[in-house]
């Protein structure tokens, strides 16, 4: 729950007596907290080169890092963070099944998610994966992607055994043979690729949903100007990703522990292009948002397409990137 602190019930008071103007008012709490993760790279930029710290010197800013989106919005929903960094279709997954966020910001475009098999695996299909094990982090891009990859070759979740389990352990599955195939995510697929010799089964860049920026309603409307500066922070880190993809290599290898060449791998299909939600984004949540009723992924008889509209909210970032 969002809690004002003193002083801002002070400001509050003294704007009711007419004593500051509201324009001189900054709804900015005391601390703000946010997740970093590997597969979102600007957040790495955001917390390692303390873009916050120094544009809010005033805000304490607490960094928590995620594994995967379900944590992410499981560290949202909980209220340990204000801003969570997931996958945009596991976002409209969750306000589908009643968390009240919303969406502010496209971090980037990435291909962080694909089918792999082990270095000598016979499986060459998709057809090949019926009863199979396949290993998935239910609520995620890689879980979402598995289930319409299987529809590709009219097959769905009861025509194969999924495993419930965190990325990381996923690809620990894969490496000592106890499943048939990960649903991986960068940039652990990358490592899985390079130093294991794991091969790509599956890749469709269109089932990849955008990497977004979200935070809870209620946030948003006490502090639009916290979302604000968190976005400007967000542009500044984009930016500099674009202009120094090796530096980028080396800050993400160094934060998730890889090789560089890992890390230039999950970078090569990064497209960081993106930042203000558009139409472009909410057509293809919409597009992979049919897969969330087909597989009863969110409670019967709702409105996915309208989730989805009410998921978006581009005024921040409109405001932000148009400066």
Not at 113 to 140: E, F, H, M, R
Not at 220 to 236: D, M
């Amino acid at each position: 729950m969002f809690v004002f602190s003193f002083k801002t019930k002070i400001l509050f008071s003294a704007i009711t007596l007419g004593l500051i103007s509201q324009t001189s008012f900054a709804t900015i709490p005391d601390s703000l907290k946010l997740d970093y993760a590997y597969y979102a790279p600007t957040s790495l930029v955001v917390k390692e080169q303390k873009l916050l710290e120094k544009a809010l010197p005033k805000t304490e800013i607490k960094w928590v890092f995620s594994q995967g989106s379900n944590r992410s919005l499981e560290y949202l929903n909980s209220g340990s963070v204000d801003f969570s960094s997931t996958a945009g279709l596991a976002a409209a997954l969750s306000r589908a099944n009643g968390s009240p966020i919303k969406t502010v910001y496209i971090q980037s475009q990435p291909e962080w998610t694909a089918l792999l098999v082990s270095k000598n695996s016979p499986i060459k299909t998709i057809k090949d994966l019926k009863g199979k094990k396949i290993a998935a982090t239910k609520g995620t891009d890689p879980f979402l992607f598995t289930l319409q990859a299987l529809e590709t070759a009219g097959l769905n979740k009861k025509d194969v055994q999924l495993v419930h389990l965190q990325h990381p352990d996923g690809k620990t599955a894969l490496e000592r043979g106890q499943v048939d195939v990960w649903a991986g995510l960068d940039p652990l697929m990358a490592s899985a690729q390079v130093q294991s010799g794991a091969k790509l089964l599956y890749r469709n860049v269109g089932f990849n949903s955008y990497s977004v920026l979200s935070t809870k309603e209620q946030f948003a409307n006490q502090s639009p100007e916290a979302i604000e500066a968190v976005i400007k922070a967000y542009e500044q880190a984009r930016k500099w990703a674009k202009a120094n993809p090796s530096k980028l290599a080396e800050l993400l290898a160094r934060e998730s522990k890889l090789p560089v060449p890992v890390a230039k791998l999950q970078l090569s299909r990064t497209n960081f292009e993106q930042n203000i939600p558009t139409a472009l984004h909410i057509n293809a949540l919409k597009k992979s948002g049919s897969i969330l009723t087909e597989e009863e992924l969110v409670r019967k008889g709702t409105n996915v397409n309208q989730v989805i509209d009410q998921l978006f909210d581009a005024k921040y970032a409109q405001k932000i990137v148009g400066k």
